[in-house]
């Protein structure tokens, strides 16, 4: 994997667009799509799979946001699951590559940037979307959690708040050490007496 050592900044809250051509063993760019990307952006508190666009010409495009209530440094990697993807449905195995490519540092800095959409908690018609790009965030921590003898990992305590938007209820039912998933809209964690 290349590590580019240099740093990429980017303003939090804005959405950032960006390109790449992929290239053949021989370095040279292709001029056919089917390669399958996948790209991991991560922090402490943020892990997200940004979708990519394959625009069947070997040229892909993604973009890039961030809430600025978690600003600061990430790794960006670029990973080159499968080359021509169209071809799994024949020989699986054949295509089958897994490789990191590069490992890219990555600071987003809060700025007096707008303010973006609240998000919502999930209701029934969210679930029909055939495109979830959502986020993992990260809204407590308990460094000395281990798995209990019963086979649970409750790190944090049983009312500990999940962070509006980000989720709503108890964060400490949950078995993530503080994390949780939202997307275009956020989820009800159910307490056993609620649900």
Same mark, same amino acid.
């Given at each position: 994997?290349?590590?580019? #050592?240099? !740093?990429?900044? @980017?303003?939090?809250?804005?959405?950032?667009?960006?390109?790449?051509?992929? !290239?053949?063993?021989?370095?040279?760019?292709?001029?056919?799509?089917g %390669? *399958?990307?996948?790209?991991?952006?991560?922090s402490?508190? +943020?892990?997200?799979?940004?979708p990519?666009?394959?625009?069947?010409?070997?040229?892909?495009?993604?973009?890039?946001?961030?809430?600025?209530d978690?600003s600061?440094?990430?790794?960006?990697?670029?990973? @080159?699951?499968?080359?021509?993807?169209?071809? !799994?449905r024949?020989?699986?195995?054949?295509?089958?590559?897994?490789?990191?490519?590069?490992l890219?540092?990555?600071?987003?800095?809060?700025? #007096?940037?707008?303010?973006?959409?609240?998000?919502?908690?999930?209701?029934?018609?969210?679930?029909?979307?055939?495109? &979830?790009?959502?986020? +993992?965030?990260?809204?407590?921590?308990?460094?000395?959690?281990?798995?209990?003898r #019963?086979?649970?990992?409750?790190?944090? %305590?049983?009312?500990?708040?999940?962070? #509006?938007? &980000?989720?709503?209820?108890?964060l400490?039912a949950l078995?993530?050490?503080? +994390?949780? *998933?939202?997307?275009?809209?956020?989820?009800?964690?159910?307490?056993?007496?609620?649900?």
């Amino acid at each position: 994997m290349e590590k580019v #050592n240099t !740093l990429v900044e @980017l303003s939090a809250a804005d959405a950032h667009s960006f390109d790449f051509q992929a !290239l053949d063993e021989s370095g040279n760019p292709k001029h056919l799509g089917g %390669d *399958y990307f996948e790209l991991d952006l991560s922090s402490e508190p +943020w892990k997200s799979r940004p979708p990519i666009e394959d625009r069947g010409n070997g040229s892909h495009s993604f973009s890039l946001q961030v809430h600025q209530d978690f600003s600061g440094e990430f790794n960006l990697t670029i990973i @080159l699951l499968y080359k021509q993807f169209q071809g !799994l449905r024949y020989v699986p195995k054949k295509f089958v590559y897994q490789k990191e490519l590069r490992l890219i540092p990555v600071k987003f800095y809060r700025m #007096n940037a707008t303010a973006l959409p609240g998000l919502k908690a999930c209701k029934v018609s969210d679930f029909s979307r055939t495109i &979830w790009a959502g986020r +993992w965030t990260r809204h407590g921590r308990n460094d000395e959690c281990e798995i209990s003898r #019963n086979g649970r990992y409750r790190c944090l %305590d049983s009312h500990f708040p999940c962070k #509006n938007p &980000w989720c709503f209820g108890s964060l400490g039912a949950l078995e993530s050490n503080g +994390w949780v *998933y939202s997307s275009h809209c956020s989820f009800k964690i159910f307490s056993q007496k609620s649900a």
